[in-house]
Every structure is written in structure tokens, then in C-alpha cells.
């Protein structure tokens, strides 16, 4: 089906998307960017834009795939409307490696390797977030974009001026602004000179909380642009964070509120690897596998988004329904139909006997590795010439 079906792949989400959009009515949301990791085996020679990454969880390193992807948030749904596999150039990656090398070996700057001009085929994140962008209003001109969120990876010049919407995202605590013709770090402004005060703020419409906030209009000097900073602090949380938006006309809370709606990308990220076929599916070979086999994981969660249950609770301003309930509920639904349907035959049992035997050449138990059976397990005792070995 990956290869071979004729099915227009570049295509199906596009169009995947006005159908949800036109069928809840939407004219205006709020785009979301982020990038999820996936594991894959140690020995990948053809699955694509693989790379060596960190393990969060080990703390050792794992192959893997990176996805930038956009998600597209509405006063009634949330949606993923566009991805892209991203992947560190290597060549960079290697001169990096010798440069650090080098330089701590004490050679100076004008005897190292000069750095390498980036490949075109390995575009930086804030590149394909600028990307999906373009992408997204071209094919989708009448949607209002109200704002851009995404984290301090993507929070460099070229982004915050992507244009035609409020751009929010964080700056690291490093990072210098001028205040009355100095410069001085984020951190050491907040820290100093315009302490936080207690507030409670809504987060993504919903529970009210304590965070301690301070805001100013400050020139940031690696964006040589005059921008609105906020030093934010959740309750019982010992560090601040600083978020920066371009449009200096909103309010502080106005801008920290849809800041939180970036969480909504993680709630989906978690869905599409646990019930949606990103987190279990098979590994699909170069470009076109596992491009198509993430279409088709993304499809999926417009399916759901599409089910008559999920469309009456939307539509009559009740929460909508979680995508694990949503999926169990189909699939109970699936059996039920075919038990219906099994029973309308004039002998349901001998279909029953046939449909056995069609999952048994379907459905094949296949080997596992895990088990001894059937192999030798070795001697696994001691030698009786070997007992001098012990001796002393």
C-alpha cells in the first residue's frame, strides 16, 4: 500500500484538513510548533533521516527519528496539520566534533577546519518551521492565524518575524536585553530590577493558578528588535522562565495564557504514540515509508476527530471525548457489526468455521526469540578437570 497503491500521498492530509476544518466551521486558531523523538533499532541502514540521539531515559544514546510538527489550535478542537522529519547535516555534525576536539587540544581558531556551509537537505528546525508555515497559509489562506507558539529552540529572529500574528516563545536565561543603553542577561534584569509579583492566570481556558510574573518592553539585542519579555514562575517552581512575544500590544496575561496552550501539542504527542500507530508501528523503509505510515497515523486522529460521537459532543459545546475511549469504543462497535452480521447467515455456524480458518491463514503466530526451546542452552555446569582452577 506504501509503494505501490496509486493513492495521492502529498495530498491526503491537505485535504484531510479542510474537511475538518469546513465541517466544524473554523476560521481562527492558534498554531502550535514542537518535535517528538522515536526510538528505532540500533541497526538502521534504510529508515530515514535516522540519527544518533541522547536517551532521555537511560542517559545513553539511541537511533532515532525527529518530527517538527504543527498543530493547529481552535475554540473546539485541535488538530495536527503538518509535519516534517528533521535531521542534524552530519557533515556539520562531524566538523563540530573535530572542532571541539581541536580546540581542546590548544589549536588555535586560523589552523582548524573552516566550518562547512549547511546542505540544503538538512534544514534547522526554525527552517522547517518556517516551512510548515508558508505551507500552512498557502493551503489554508482563510484561516485567521491569532498566534504562533513554540519553545526557545525556535526562538530566533528569523521566526519572530514570520509575520501576520502574534510569535511567542522563550528565551534562554542567557540571553542579553538593553534597559536604559546597558546590557545585561534576561536573567539578571528579572532578577534585579523588575522582581515578580503574584498573579493567577487561566490556563487553556480552564483551572485558575498562582504563577509570580514580571513583564517589561525591552530591546533584545540578538533579535535588534524591541520586544515584549515576561519572566514567569509557576507556584513552587524555583526558576523562572522568559517568554518573548512580537506584537507589543497585548496584555502580559493575555500573552502567558495562550503561551499554555503549547500543552496541548504534548497531550497530543502522547495519544499519537500510544493509540494512534506512530509509537507501535511498524518500521517502514526510506522516504516514502515513513512519510506514508505517518500520513496515515495522522489520518487516524482526523478519523476520530470525524466519529458521529465526537462530532455531536463538540458541536453541543460538551468536552470532547479522550482518543483511547474514542478507539475502544470503535472497536467494540466493529465487533458488535460483525456479529450482527454473522448472525443475519442462514447457517451462522458453518461461517463462523469458514471465517476460522481465514484468520488462521491471516493471521500467522510467528517465532519468538525470547525462548530456549527448540535450541541448546549450553553446559552451563562446572569441568572436572578444571577443579585445580579453584584450588587456593
Known amino acids: 500500500m506504501f509503494r505501490k497503491a496509486s493513492i495521492p500521498w502529498d495530498w491526503l492530509l491537505r485535504v484531510s484538513v479542510v474537511l475538518i476544518l469546513k465541517r466544524y466551521g473554523i476560521t481562527e486558531g492558534v498554531l502550535a510548533f514542537d518535535e517528538s523523538d522515536r526510538a528505532r533499532s540500533k541497526s538502521t541502514k534504510r529508515i530515514y533521516k535516522v540519527y544518533k540521539q541522547k536517551h532521555k531515559g537511560s542517559g545513553g544514546y539511541v537511533n532515532g527519528q525527529t518530527i517538527v ?12 496539520v503538518g509535519f516534517f522529519f528533521y535531521m542534524p547535516d552530519p557533515a556539520l555534525k562531524q566538523w563540530d566534533k573535530e572542532d571541539k576536539r581541536l580546540k581542546k587540544s590548544g589549536i588555535a581558531k ?28 498557502v493551503a489554508h489562506s482563510l484561516i485567521r492565524i491569532k498566534g504562533v507558539l513554540a519553545d526557545a529552540l525556535y ?10 500574528s502574534q510569535v511567542i516563545s522563550q528565551l534562554r536565561k542567557n540571553q542579553n536585553i538593553e534597559y536604559r543603553g546597558r546590557i545585561r542577561s534576561v536573567e539578571s534584569y528579572f532578577n534585579s530590577i523588575n522582581k515578580g509579583i503574584d498573579q493567577i492566570i487561566r490556563v487553556r481556558g480552564g483551572k485558575e493558578i498562582k504563577v509570580t510574573v514580571s513583564s517589561a518592553r525591552l530591546k533584545v539585542s540578538s533579535h535588534s528588535k524591541k520586544r515584549f519579555v515576561i519572566a514567569l514562575k509557576y507556584d513552587g517552581e524555583n526558576d523562572y522562565r522568559y517568554l518573548v512575544a512580537t506584537d507589543l500590544t497585548w496584555r502580559t496575561q ?3 495564557q495562550a503561551y499554555t496552550l503549547r500543552w496541548l501539542i504534548e497531550v497530543f504527542f502522547e495519544d499519537w504514540k500510544l493509540y494512534e500507530g506512530w509509537g507501535r508501528e511498524a518500521k517502514q523503509l526510506d522516504e516514502e ?24 459532543r463538540i458541536e453541543s459545546k460538551l468536552p470532547a471525548y479522550t482518543v483511547g475511549s474514542l478507539q475502544r469504543k470503535s472497536q467494540m462497535d466493529v ?17 463462523l468455521k469458514e471465517l476460522g480458518e481465514l484468520i488462521k491463514d491471516v493471521f500467522q503466530l510467528m517465532p519468538s526469540g525470547k525462548h530456549m526451546i527448540g535450541r541448546d542452552l549450553g553446559r552451563l555446569g562446572p569441568t572436572a578437570s578444571l577443579k585445580y582452577c579453584s584450588a587456593g
Open 254 to 256: 493575555d500573552i502567558i
Open 69 to 80: 510538527l504543527l498543530l493547529l489550535v481552535t475554540s473546539s478542537i485541535t488538530v495536527p
Open 289 to 312: 515509508g515513513s512519510s506514508r505510515g505517518l500520513i496515515l497515523s495522522l489520518l487516524f486522529d482526523h478519523c476520530l476527530l470525524l466519529h458521529p460521537e465526537q462530532i455531536a
Open 110 to 137: 586560523k589552523d582548524r577546519p573552516i566550518k562547512p556551509e549547511r546542505d540544503s537537505a538538512y534544514p534547522t528546525k526554525t527552517e522547517i518551521a518556517l516551512g510548515l508555515l508558508k505551507e500552512f497559509k
Open 155 to 164: 526562538g530566533e529572529k528569523a521566526f519572530k518575524e514570520s509575520g501576520g
Open 335 to 351: 465487533l458488535l457489526e460483525f456479529i450482527t452480521s454473522l448472525l443475519e447467515f442462514p447457517d451462522p455456524g458453518d461461517k
